[in-house]
């Protein structure tokens, strides 16, 4: 695996990261289903009718997917608004993921660009990562789009929209994710992609999924970095 990985990240010229996984736990302290139970209120707020599997759901941003198919711009604004509060506060009480801050910076020591492709908000990925002293090894930030649910990964727009940004050819990228929505992405971006399998059920899912690579921790990911800085 670690030769593997090693001849993987020798080809490649950017790591485009996912956010809430990768880099950080963006719920750790302010517990997801919190935030969607807040979410749901505001729908109830705006006289939507809330279907029960809909008001128990326990993922934010499966919420504002939700919403966003139900051809209610207003409602989809408000939930999207109301999100973008919640993970501003969130960040504040993120967990770090273990070895997240060291995959960036070697990244950038080896010579390679480090972009964020995240199903969160921006605002919310750039005030993580200024509190963490991170920003300056991260360009650019691609983040949810405002109030466009259908435009979040698995759509491999916002792979793109960073792949351009880095300068690179999406086949010299490559994305490391926690979910199916990362990997789909990036597969239909032509980019590269590494599971992060941050829970043992998510390995089978993820070579099922045919992603390049399958970690169970990020430090793999900056092993394989220190090395190639040192060769």
């Known amino acids: 695996m670690n030769t593997d990985l090693g001849r993987l990240l020798g080809e490649v010229d950017a790591l485009l990261l996912d956010f809430d996984g990768p880099v950080c736990s963006i719920f750790a302290g302010y517990p997801a289903p919190q935030v969607a139970a807040e979410l749901v209120d505001v729908l109830r707020r705006h006289g939507v009718d809330v279907p029960p599997d809909l008001a128990s759901e326990p993922d934010p941003l499966e919420v504002l997917r939700r919403t966003g198919t139900a051809d209610d711009q207003d409602a989809t604004c408000a939930v999207e608004d109301a999100l973008c509060a919640a993970e501003r506060r969130a960040v504040k009480t993120a ?120 970690i169970t921790s990020m430090s793999a990911i900056a092993g394989a970095l220190i090395e190639r800085i040192s060769s």
């Open 95 to 214: 967990e770090p993921t273990p070895y997240g801050r060291e995959v960036i910076v070697a990244a950038r020591q080896a010579g390679m660009s480090v972009a964020v492709v995240s199903n969160n908000s921006a605002g919310a990925v750039s005030a993580y990562l200024e509190a963490h002293r991170l920003a300056g090894y991260v360009s650019p930030i691609v983040g949810r789009a405002y109030a466009a649910p259908d435009r979040m990964k698995p759509d491999p727009e916002p792979i793109l929209q960073a792949v351009r940004a880095v300068r690179h050819s999406p086949n010299r990228c490559v994305l490391i994710g926690d979910s199916l929505s990362d990997i789909e992405g990036a597969q239909a971006a032509g980019v590269r992609v590494v599971g992060y399998a941050n829970r043992p059920a998510k390995v089978e899912k993820f070579l099922a999924a045919e992603a390049d690579l399958v």
